[in-house]
């Protein structure tokens, strides 16, 4: 199984930049899709971005769209969710998620699709 781990977050000022890491080990993270979920205190989970197992297909939440970038790097094992002009809402822990597809172009929104998660990281966006 895989082994998920985010790093990049921190605190920044509204209008600021982050880009936040998900590392993956014990297997290649090429054959599994990618997700990016928040959880603000006292929210639900919430979907942020997703990208199919090669990169060419990806999808963001209305609430970050134009603002929030998935992307992967298969050689590094790596995923990344750009964030530009933050928001004092975009503060939440933020989590990567994987999950094994058989199909290249494939990406997933919904957090039960998900097999595999990170520990989470600290976003906060002060205002």
């Known amino acids: 199984q895989v082994q998920l781990v985010e790093s990049g977050g921190g605190l920044v000022q509204a209008g600021g930049s982050l880009r936040l890491s998900c590392a993956a080990s014990?297997?290649?993270?090429?054959?599994?899709?990618v997700g990016w979920f928040r959880q603000a205190p006292g929210e639900e989970r919430e979907f942020v971005a997703a990208?199919?197992?090669?990169?060419?297909?990806?999808s963001h939440a209305d609430s970050v769209k134009g603002r929030f970038t998935i992307s992967r790097d298969n050689a590094k094992n790596t995923a990344y969710l750009q964030m530009i002009s933050l928001k004092p809402v975009d503060t939440a822990v933020y989590y990567c998620?994987?999950?094994?597809?058989?199909?290249?172009?494939?990406?997933?929104?919904?957090?039960?699709?998900?097999?595999?998660w990170g520990q989470g990281i600290q976003v906060t966006v002060s205002s």
């Open positions: 998620a994987a999950r094994s597809s058989s199909v290249s172009y494939y990406y997933y929104i919904r957090s039960f699709e998900y097999d595999y």
């Open positions: 014990g297997r290649t993270l090429s054959t599994y899709a």
């Open positions: 990208i199919s197992r090669a990169g060419s297909y990806t």
